[in-house]
């Protein structure tokens, strides 16, 4: 595949289906086929995937499940990779990122579900950074098997840079998530200027009965 | 129904949801203010005022429901 294959634009409506399963495969690790949030809400990787579809349906902007967050790499006209990112707390009502999220699931998940999550909320609550106004947030970094090895992300990354400098926010850093294992990931971010600022690990044992891993780095690079 | 009314069931669902008996509502106070104010709990808070009070938000007021005085005033316009 040649680089000149792919041609990068912002994510619209007909791309919900690939990024649902961005959202979804990009917080999986090479050893485990866990899904937290399937496990959090005790649904099926199915129903998951279909309420992610409705609530990206929903246009809200600013979160991590807004369609406008996503910059996508096309190659003859179908997606292949992505890459999701906003300044947080910088919206229509200036609301943080996580409350925006959270009122998408609260309308799109049934309450029962919600219910089950909100009794593991302690188990991973470790896991959840708070995310600094202001900051570029980057979530869902994520390329098709056979599109891997050609800088899509690294790419994809750029891409954000130039969208948080043109936003006239005075965007001053950006910050991602990993965990500590993905190693690929952190190569490319390391190589896209971030630098490890903080570990974060959720103490308790069972939190592995539901998410493939319990310890993430969060990145940093000053813009 | 009356403010005060709307204020002290409200204040009893903050208490019981961010698990601290002694919380007085204030109309200016946001998730930052309250210690268990988290996304997770965010979406019970919703749900127990939605049954509470008998009402269904939109999505579009959902997001506009970013301090404790906001909720009140939806809440009024709506139990008007």
């Known amino acids: ?223 | 129904m009356e403010r005060n009314l709307i204020e002290s069931k409200l204040t009893e669902i903050f208490r019981e949801v961010f698990n601290d008996s002694a919380l007085v509502l204030q109309e200016d106070m946001t998730a930052n203010d309250v210690e268990n104010w988290d996304s997770l709990t965010h979406m019970m808070m919703i749900a127990k005022v939605e049954e509470a009070f008998g009402v269904k938000f939109r999505l579009k007021e959902l997001n506009k429901l970013k301090r404790v005085g906001d909720i009140i005033a939806v809440l009024e316009e709506k139990l008007s």
């Open chain 1, 1 to 223: 595949m040649e680089n000149s294959e792919y041609i990068f634009r912002n994510a619209t409506i007909d791309d919900v289906e690939f990024l649902a399963t961005a959202i979804i495969e990009s917080k999986k690790i090479a050893t485990s086929d866990k899904v937290g949030m399937a496990n959090l809400f005790e649904l099926s990787v199915e129903e998951l995937r279909s309420y992610i579809v409705q609530m990206l349906e929903e246009e809200i902007d600013g979160c991590d499940f807004s369609i406008s967050s996503f910059i996508i790499a096309e190659c003859k006209g179908n997606p292949v990779a992505t890459f999701g990112g906003w300044i947080e707390g910088v919206n229509e009502d200036d609301m943080p990122s996580s409350l925006l999220k959270s009122n998408l699931i609260g309308y799109v998940i049934p309450l029962e579900h919600v219910k089950k999550a909100q009794e593991k909320s302690h188990l991973v609550s470790d896991l959840q950074v708070s995310r600094e106004p202001g900051a570029y947030q980057l979530e869902y970094g994520y390329t098709l098997p056979e599109h891997r090895g050609y800088g899509l992300i690294g790419k994809l990354i750029k891409l954000h840079e130039k969208r948080a400098k043109e936003s006239g926010c005075n965007v001053s850093k950006m910050q991602v998530l990993v965990y500590d294992i993905n190693t690929p990931a952190i190569k490319a971010y390391e190589k896209s200027g971030f630098r490890v600022v903080q570990r974060l690990e959720a103490k308790d044992p069972e939190v592995l009965k539901y998410y493939p891993h319990n310890k993430e780095f969060l990145l940093e690079k000053s813009l």
